[in-house]
């Protein structure tokens, strides 16, 4: 079977097709795999373009320079360079089979064989390639899943879990994004009987998946297959609003908005700066990420409590837009005139500064700080409209005062 002319073009680019051109030449080949190809025969967006190759990394190091392309040693050790064209990266990787696994990472040996290749893969949808002149091969129907939605493990899904148990999570990610109708029995089955490995991976591991799951334009259906399965009470258990992660689909649907997985996250806890906290540690979220996730928990209690625009113009100053508009769809009701507001928003600047206190002749000191908060809370009271001559007088008198 073969690839159309329009699918060929999207993932057989002249960058590519160099590439092949130079494996080809050195005796061996490249293929274009995974996830382009997948994307490409279910009709979605393509992403990044991998190839995997019968060549080792080290040869590939030496031919692909010798022709004019960059090359990054992004994974020796897996076997994976970087080829990058035109300022564009493409992962190259030999051909393995497992030699070893743990549960977190696998001893591999390159090999020439690409069925076993294929075989090594999570699903069968991610285990398609597609050769130069557009041949595509599949080993284990994956091309007739990525069509219909079957996100289905290759083999016996205990055993491809156990290989990796990242793996349990990656189900769930691809069903929220691909999956189409009910889930695959016996892959479900294999997440709900080993569920409980999923504390071995690193906290790191476990919310990038969760974050990516929650980004698909709706995850409601793969989300309550984790918690019925008990998946997502081994890293969020926290995270069981259902209902109001359905609202804030809803409300996105309605106002041509797409929130990042971090606020679908935050959708499903409760509203309790504490709990997200928590949950922020656990998953070892950067400082910004847990910074947001706990601003997400108090925002909406607050945006209820100052109605207006001069109310929500006090909150953007204090939180930024992105957070208060994430937070805006976190609450129930027309959104429609506070958007407008947030759209029209441009953080306006503090007109003085300590400095400016000093000059005028208070000295130094701890009390400089007390008058600078004093002035900015009485600026930002009258919404922002205070010049500059009017905050230096009225930090000139709140000093005579206090």
């Not at 057989?12 to 490409?40: K, Q, S, W």
């Not at 500064?353 to 000059?359: P, Q, R, S, T």
């Not at 009390?367 to 004093?374: C, K, V, W, Y």
Request: glycine share 8%; with cysteine.
């Amino acid at each position: 079977m073969k690839l159309d002319a329009e699918q060929q073009t999207q993932i057989l680019t002249p960058a590519v097709r160099r590439i092949m051109d130079v494996a080809r030449e050195a005796g061996g080949e490249a293929r274009v795999v995974g996830g382009a190809v997948r994307d490409v025969i279910r009709g979605g967006k393509i992403g990044d373009i991998d190839l995997a190759s019968t060549l080792p990394p080290q040869r590939m190091m030496e031919i692909l320079p010798a022709q004019g392309i960059k090359i990054v040693p992004t994974g020796l050790a897996h076997g994976t360079v970087t080829a990058v064209v035109d300022h564009v990266g493409y992962e190259i990787t030999t051909l393995r089979h497992d030699v070893e696994t743990d549960g977190r990472r696998a001893q591999v040996e390159f090999t020439d064989d690409w069925q076993s290749d294929a075989a090594r893969r999570d699903f069968t949808m991610n285990a398609l390639y597609a050769d130069a002149d557009g041949t595509l091969y599949d080993y284990f129907g994956g091309a007739e899943d990525a069509r219909t939605g079957h996100v289905r493990f290759i083999g016996d899904a205990e055993a491809r879990i156990r290989e990796d148990v990242l793996r349990i999570l990656r189900f769930f990610r691809f069903y929220a994004w691909f999956g189409k109708g009910d889930p695959d029995d016996a892959a479900l089955s294999a997440c709900r009987a080993l569920a409980n490995l999923t504390p071995t991976l690193s906290a790191e591991r476990v919310a990038k998946e969760i974050l990516k799951l929650l980004a698909a334009e709706n995850p409601v259906a793969a989300w309550r297959l984790m918690m019925d399965s008990g998946v997502a009470a081994q890293g969020a258990g926290e995270a069981v609003d259902i209902a109001r992660l359905s609202a804030l689909i809803e409300r996105e649907q309605k106002y041509a908005a797409r929130l990042d997985g971090l606020a679908r996250l935050a959708s499903l806890l409760p509203e309790n700066a504490a709990t997200a906290e928590k949950i922020a540690a656990r998953l070892k979220l950067s400082n910004r990420d847990g910074d947001r996730l706990a601003a997400l928990a108090i925002l909406p209690e607050q945006l209820r409590k100052n109605a207006g625009a001069q109310g929500l113009r006090r909150i953007l100053y204090a939180h930024g837009a992105e957070n208060v508009q994430a937070a805006l769809f976190l609450n129930e009701g027309d959104i429609g005139a506070a958007l407008t507001v947030i759209e029209a928003w441009e953080n306006p600047l503090f007109p003085i500064k300590g400095e400016d206190i000093v000059a005028s002749g208070i000295p130094a000191g701890p009390r400089i700080g007390e008058i600078l908060r004093a002035v900015e809370e009485w600026w930002i009271a009258g919404d922002f409209r205070s010049s500059r001559a009017a905050c230096l007088a009225h930090a000139a008198q709140y000093g005579k005062n206090h």
